[in-house]
């Protein structure tokens, strides 16, 4: 999984997911109080993850020997973002179900889930 915070504002982004087979998943999250809001974003100030939102975009993955690979391709007119901010936020998540383990790009505390937008990489 990964997080798109297009504005940078800690408060709304695009999450898209996509397993070894393929199958594809994307929504909207959003939070009407400050900060990010945990592993689906719901944040103290509600909100939460609109997962009816259905975005135009790619993916095509390969199994390989040692694992399995993912290419994907986000058109731009799929976002909404500010053309004149040139940052935006972003964070991976990959999950070992059979090991039980969760790996983030960006999560430095137990309680900071992937769809946390208040501290994205950016």
């Given amino acids: 999984m990964w997080i798109l915070d297009t504005f940078l504002d800690g408060r709304t982004g695009y999450f898209f997911e996509i397993n070894a087979a393929g199958l594809m998943g994307d929504g909207i999250l959003r939070s ?3 900060g990010g809001g945990g592993r689906f974003g719901g944040g103290s100030g509600g909100g939460g993850t609109n997962k009816a939102w ?6 095509r993955t390969a ?3 040692d694992g399995w690979s993912a290419e994907i391709r986000i ?3 799929t976002l909404n973002f ?3 901010n040139d940052t935006w936020g972003i964070n991976f998540q990959r999950t070992i179900r059979r090991r039980n383990e969760e790996i983030l790009w960006r999560g430095w505390r137990r309680t900071e889930g992937c769809a946390d937008r208040s501290t994205p990489g950016a």
């Fill in 75 to 77: 058109p731009f007119r």
């Fill in 63 to 65: 199994m390989r020997p």
């Fill in 54 to 59: 259905d975005g135009i975009w790619e993916a």
């Fill in 82 to 84: 500010d053309p004149d």
């Fill in 32 to 34: 009407s109080g400050g």
